[in-house]
């Protein structure tokens, strides 16, 4: 239906900036003071690439609401995509940060806490052994290179689509079947694709034939695609890929920065997934900087060998900011506090009700849409049926839809997730906020089947 209406998009699309710019003059004024003492206009880029015509400068979130500096509020089910994904200002957590910066926020040393969050990570995941690092990113730095020094094998192999943060290796994707380094990669001197290869999520045959030359240290992913649209897996995929992974050799690191939204143990311990590395950054320290990455005891002794072969020397892993006392007190008030079994019941009861709701939208205006969801993690997608790989997302991926649907809930006090539609239930999400969601979107399509 969208995709034969661009005109009256681009109708739609005026509008909707001209009413922003008018509701939001603390905004735009910012902005503009911003632009003078920040490249682009804002502290980081991404900043920027919301729907709106400038950024929302933000005075303050409490719960699953965000107050900005114009006085306008809005329901959140973007949570600073993810990091606030168990609410803003959580009192815990306050807290424990409170506390402890009083008492120094880091020493290159552990603390009494420390003890404490390694015994609550290995109690929720299952894995035994854990590490620390300042973002998912560095995280997922490690783990690849670890992976490479405990198996003396070079290529690591990611899904097309995926996005594992500013890993470089994961910035390979298929074009025409052929892989290439990610258009817009900045600054890129080597080859990526020299060291990396990539299938399509879901094809297990591509999958066994990439892993087939015996030389792929890691196969990194996320067990629930959610960076170009959400893609979930086909029944089977998951024991398959375990299985093809051992047979090859081969260790499987699993992101659960995001869909930590499926369960208080992830999807792994949701679905009796047993990789060999886990990877947990943002919500784990409830928006504090931090990130977690586990390895079997298997793992761990591998690595202690590899150590010993390379011999003494820096290893090139960590920063001093990893692990330090306040992100651990973050870390020890998230684990014991927050992400309970209660949180979690609440967050997927209201994601139970978005599902609902966005699906009846669908169905009494004959829309040729969809959501998919993964727990507290839903997404609309302007397909039917939802894609199962990156390809086919990227043919139906209509980013001047995606730009109206976000700018008409921002003018309407809803805030999701940018880039696509991806929405968030907190446990301090209520009813009402979900039921005001839905009739925004009903609203946008309304207004799109009534051009």
Same mark, same amino acid.
């Given at each position: 239906m969208i995709a034969k209406l661009s005109r009256s998009l681009d109708t739609l699309l005026a509008d909707e900036r001209a009413r922003f710019l008018a509701e939001h003059p603390r905004s735009v004024a910012m902005a503009k003071a911003a632009a003078g003492v920040w490249r682009g206009g804002a502290p980081m880029h991404w900043m920027n690439?919301?729907?709106?015509?400038?950024?929302?400068?933000?005075?303050?979130?409490?719960?699953?609401?965000?107050?900005?500096?114009?006085?306008?509020?809005?329901?959140?089910?973007?949570?600073?995509?993810?990091?606030?994904?168990?609410?803003?200002?959580?009192?815990?957590?306050?807290?424990?940060?409170?506390?402890?910066?009083?008492?120094?926020?880091g020493f290159m040393l552990p603390t009494a806490s420390a003890v404490i969050v390694g015994k609550l990570l290995a109690e929720r995941f299952g894995l035994p052994l854990w590490q620390t690092a300042t973002t998912a990113s560095d995280a997922n730095r490690a783990a690849i290179r670890w992976a490479r020094a405990v198996t003396q094998r070079p290529v690591v192999l990611v899904f097309d689509g995926c996005y594992h943060g500013m890993v470089e290796d994961a910035f390979v994707a298929l074009k025409d079947g052929t892989a290439v380094m990610k258009p817009g990669l900045?600054?890129?001197?080597?080859?990526?694709?020299?060291?990396?290869?990539?299938?399509?999520?879901?094809?297990l045959e591509a999958l066994e034939a990439a892993l087939a030359p015996g030389d792929v240290a890691a196969v990194l992913a996320e067990p629930v695609m959610t960076n170009c649209g959400m893609i979930l897996p086909e029944p089977g995929f998951h024991d398959a890929l375990r299985?093809?992974?051992?047979d090859a050799g081969t260790l499987l690191i699993l992101d659960e920065t995001h869909t930590i939204s499926t369960g208080p143990g992830g999807y792994t311990r949701t679905f009796d997934?047993?990789?060999?590395?886990?990877?947990?950054?943002k919500a784990v320290a409830g928006g504090v900087p931090a990130a977690v990455w586990g390895v079997t005891a298997e793992l761990s002794t591998r690595m202690d060998e590899a150590r010993l072969r390379i011999g003494p020397g820096q290893s090139g892993i960590g920063t001093t900011l990893s692990g330090n006392a306040l992100a651990m007190a973050a870390m020890r008030a998230m684990l014991s506090e927050v992400m309970t079994d209660a949180a979690y019941t609440w967050m997927l009861t209201g994601a139970d009700r978005l599902v609902a709701g966005l699906k009846a939208v669908i169905a009494a205006r004959k829309l040729p849409?969809? +959501?998919?969801?993964?727990? =507290?993690?839903?997404? #609309? &997608?302007? *397909?039917?049926?939802?894609?199962?790989? %990156?390809?086919?997302?990227?043919k139906v991926l209509d980013r001047e839809a995606v730009e109206a649907l976000h700018l008409w809930l921002i003018n309407r006090g809803v805030l999701i997730a940018p880039f696509h539609n991806?929405?968030?239930?907190?446990? +301090?999400?209520?009813?009402? =906020?979900?039921?005001? #969601? &839905?009739? *925004?979107?009903?609203?946008?399509?309304? %207004?799109?089947?009534?051009?």
């Open positions: 690439d919301w729907a709106s015509p400038s950024p929302i400068f933000v005075a303050q979130g409490v719960g699953a609401q965000v107050t900005d500096v114009d006085g306008k509020l809005y329901d959140d089910f973007c949570l600073g995509d993810t990091p606030a994904m168990f609410g803003h200002g959580d009192a815990s957590v306050a807290a424990a940060v409170a506390d402890q910066i009083k008492r120094g926020a900045l600054g890129q001197v080597h080859d990526l694709t020299a060291t990396t290869r990539v299938v399509p999520f879901n094809d299985k093809l992974t051992r997934l047993t990789p060999d590395v886990f990877v947990l950054g849409w969809s +959501v998919a969801h993964v727990g =507290a993690r839903v997404e #609309l &997608v302007f *397909a039917n049926p939802p894609p199962k790989n %990156a390809a086919e997302m990227r991806m929405m968030l239930v907190s446990p +301090v999400t209520d009813g009402a =906020a979900i039921d005001r #969601l &839905v009739a *925004a979107v009903d609203g946008f399509a309304a %207004a799109m089947g009534d051009a």
